[in-house]
């Protein structure tokens, strides 16, 4: 019985333990550097409910400038309960340096729980606008354009990347952009890596949770040494900036503008390759490779073809050395080789293999030996010079005319050239062929003749008729301004259907479909549009009221969903409730 008592006892404990275990006490800042006089909010957060006792740190070289204020939030989503309790405090430095916020404490099932340090740095005062309102210095300070280089000291010919980013913070949106200025890469060769994702990432920026998205990214590899600069990506944006006023259902009213920025000047400073231990025959590969010359076959006959491979592979600058070339006996015919190269360029940089392929033909009999081949190349992670040296190759000829006398085969010795290689060269004979007459047909008063003649008199009357009516067209300003706005609206539908999946990006589609539907039906502004008018003008059209209940009922889900949680089936649930009101409307209007 006590030995029950016991089991049951440590089973409860051990349970206490696990659940202690899962609680989990954070502390999160806005920004981890600010200047002397700027401010930033702290944040402590604990997931579990019937945490209790909370005990804030001491804020030394810090003032309190607002808070303690407090948020929950909880929520069951698929089954799945989750729960987060907030304690808030706006801080502000009082001295410049580096200072570490210690943990606050919590107490949650009778056991001190406490959170993670912070670190801070405190530079001089920085620059504040009078306006800190302003439009464009909102933007300034939320959207930034960064170059990020693999390595800002590489060996010539060593390869890196740039890839460049658009950071945007949750305080405004950016509704479209593009570039104005591409960079160049003078000094360097270089290959653009195509971008096929453009998701939007979470990221940091200077500490600062941001959302991020590829813009470019290049492989370069610098041809000299010295200074190299990477120019900046120069672009516009129209930036939603918020005005800081609410419309009638609590949404921030945005602002929108342009903005014109570039990312910083990238300076690399590339580093010459060590004469120390440079083999003769260095050509200027550089980064890890393997090379290898081989036969196809060893074994032939007197004016059989035999094919020698001369192979490099690995990564590194592949297409920006020589290959070594062999060197044949003079009883061995030598046509020019053929280059092959299979290269992918990633961020890793070029990997791949590159090949010079030998056709060569025996004239006599006997074995004939290709000499040993070197290849040298400068690995920049070991910094050292390596050659790779590759086993000579024996070509036997088993069938053949004999070689002749030494003072003959002096002749043949210096009589032997290269031989080209051409289109003519190896083809078969041809089998099928077609034969075109060589006199032509007489041009004039043939049919090809009049329809040439006839058809400026047939081009001028169609090309008045396609004036007119788009002279017509352009004019009916109004009438241009509808079907925009009603090809907006397929647009925007179009696009909903493609973001079911992801919320916020649906929502947000579905809203702009309908609102552009609005815009072309009714012809009135989107800044007219709100829910009273739309049931006003829908009555005056006809449009039964449960219709119109049903088009602000969809109105309304999107306002709500973005921030309530919500399920794929749900949203396509509204995408099709949004077609069936929208066909409904259409058949009244």
């Known amino acids: 019985m006590k030995f029950i008592k016991f089991y049951i006892l440590s089973i409860l404990l051990l349970a206490t333990q696990l659940l202690s275990a899962q609680i989990e006490f954070t502390t999160s800042v806005s920004k981890n550097k600010l200047g002397v006089n700027q401010r930033f909010k702290i944040q402590f957060t604990v997931n579990k409910q019937g945490a209790d006792n909370f005990k804030p740190p001491s804020f030394n070289n810090f003032k309190v400038v607002g808070g303690p204020s407090s948020s929950v939030n909880q929520s069951w989503i698929n089954g799945k309960a989750s729960y987060s309790q907030s304690y808030i405090y706006i801080l502000e430095p009082k001295n410049e340096g580096n200072f570490v916020i210690e943990p606050a404490t919590i107490e949650y099932?009778?056991?001190?729980?406490?959170?993670?340090?912070?670190?801070?740095?405190?530079?001089?005062?920085?620059?504040?606008?009078?306006?800190?309102?302003?439009?464009?210095?909102?933007?300034?300070?939320?959207?930034?354009?960064?170059?990020?280089?693999?390595?800002?000291?590489?060996?010539?010919?060593?390869?890196?990347?740039?890839?460049?980013?658009?950071?945007?913070?949750?305080?405004?949106?950016?509704?479209?952009?593009?570039?104005?200025?591409?960079?160049?890469?003078?000094?360097?060769?270089?290959?653009?890596?195509?971008?096929?994702?453009?998701?939007?990432?979470?990221?940091?920026?200077?500490?600062?949770?941001?959302?991020?998205?590829?813009?470019?990214?290049?492989?370069?590899?610098?041809?000299?040494?010295?200074?190299?600069?990477?120019?900046?990506?120069?672009?516009?944006?129209?930036?939603?900036?918020?005005?800081?006023?609410?419309?009638?259902?609590?949404?921030?009213?945005?602002?929108?503008?342009?903005?014109?920025?570039?990312?910083?000047?990238?300076?690399?400073?590339?580093?010459?390759?060590?004469?120390?231990?440079?083999?003769?025959?260095?050509?200027?590969?550089?980064?890890?490779?393997?090379?290898?010359?081989?036969?196809?076959?060893?074994?032939?006959?007197?004016?059989?073809?035999?094919?020698?491979?001369?192979?490099?592979?690995?990564?590194?600058?592949?297409?920006?050395?020589?290959?070594?070339?062999?060197?044949?006996?003079?009883?061995?015919?030598?046509?020019?080789?053929?280059?092959?190269?299979?290269?992918?360029?990633?961020?890793?940089?070029?990997?791949?293999?590159?090949?010079?392929?030998?056709?060569?033909?025996?004239?006599?009999?006997?074995?004939?030996?290709?000499?040993?081949?070197?290849?040298?190349?400068?690995?920049?992670?070991?910094?050292?010079?390596?050659?790779?040296?590759?086993?000579?190759?024996?070509?036997?000829?088993?069938?053949?005319?004999?070689?002749p006398s030494a003072a003959n085969n002096n002749i043949v010795s210096n009589q032997k050239q290269q031989v080209i290689a051409n289109d003519n060269n190896f083809r078969f004979i041809a089998l099928n062929t077609t034969f075109n007459p060589i006199k032509k047909g007489i041009f004039l008063n043939s049919i090809t003749f009049y329809l040439l003649l006839l058809l400026p008199f047939l081009a001028i009357p169609i090309g008045i008729m396609i004036g007119k009516n788009r002279a017509k067209r352009a004019g009916d300003v109004f009438g241009n301004k509808i079907r925009k706005a009603d090809k907006l609206a397929r647009k925007y539908l179009s696009e909903a259907k493609k973001q079911l999946g992801k919320k916020e990006a649906f929502y947000i589609a579905l809203e702009k479909a309908l609102h552009n539907f609005l815009k072309a039906k009714l012809f009135v502004e989107t800044s007219d549009i709100s829910k009273e008018k739309i049931s006003e003008i829908l009555q005056s059209k006809g449009v039964d009221l449960a219709t119109i209940n049903e088009f602000v009922e969809v109105l309304n889900d999107c306002d709500f969903a973005r921030y309530t949680p919500t399920t794929n089936v749900m949203m396509e649930q509204e995408f099709e409730k949004a077609k069936t009101v929208i066909t409904k409307i259409d058949k009244h209007l």
């Open 109 to 403: 099932n009778n056991d001190i729980v406490k959170s993670n340090t912070v670190k801070i740095e405190v530079t001089e005062k920085v620059e504040i606008p009078k306006d800190p309102n302003n439009p464009e210095y909102i933007a300034q300070q939320n959207i930034h354009l960064v170059a990020e280089v693999s390595n800002l000291s590489p060996y010539v010919g060593e390869g890196i990347y740039v890839v460049y980013k658009l950071f945007v913070s949750e305080n405004i949106s950016v509704n479209d952009w593009r570039v104005t200025e591409s960079p160049q890469y003078n000094g360097f060769w270089n290959q653009d890596i195509e971008v096929k994702d453009g998701t939007v990432r979470r990221g940091k920026y200077n500490g600062e949770d941001y959302r991020y998205l590829i813009l470019k990214r290049a492989v370069l590899i610098p041809q000299r040494d010295g200074k190299l600069v990477v120019e900046p990506i120069k672009m516009d944006f129209s930036v939603g900036v918020p005005t800081g006023r609410g419309d009638f259902f609590g949404n921030m009213i945005t602002r929108n503008i342009s903005y014109s920025t570039e990312s910083p000047t990238k300076n690399v400073l590339v580093k010459p390759l060590p004469e120390e231990g440079k083999p003769i025959d260095f050509t200027g590969a550089v980064g890890e490779f393997e090379f290898n010359v081989f036969a196809d076959k060893n074994i032939l006959k007197a004016n059989d073809a035999a094919q020698i491979k001369v192979e490099v592979s690995g990564r590194g600058n592949l297409k920006l050395f020589e290959i070594p070339k062999i060197t044949t006996p003079a009883e061995l015919e030598v046509y020019t080789p053929e280059h092959k190269e299979q290269v992918v360029t990633s961020l890793n940089g070029l990997r791949g293999t590159i090949s010079d392929a030998y056709t060569v033909v025996p004239q006599y009999k006997g074995k004939y030996k290709i000499p040993e081949v070197t290849f040298s190349y400068f690995n920049p992670k070991e910094k050292k010079y390596t050659t790779i040296k590759t086993e000579a190759i024996f070509v036997e000829v088993t069938e053949g005319k004999e070689l």
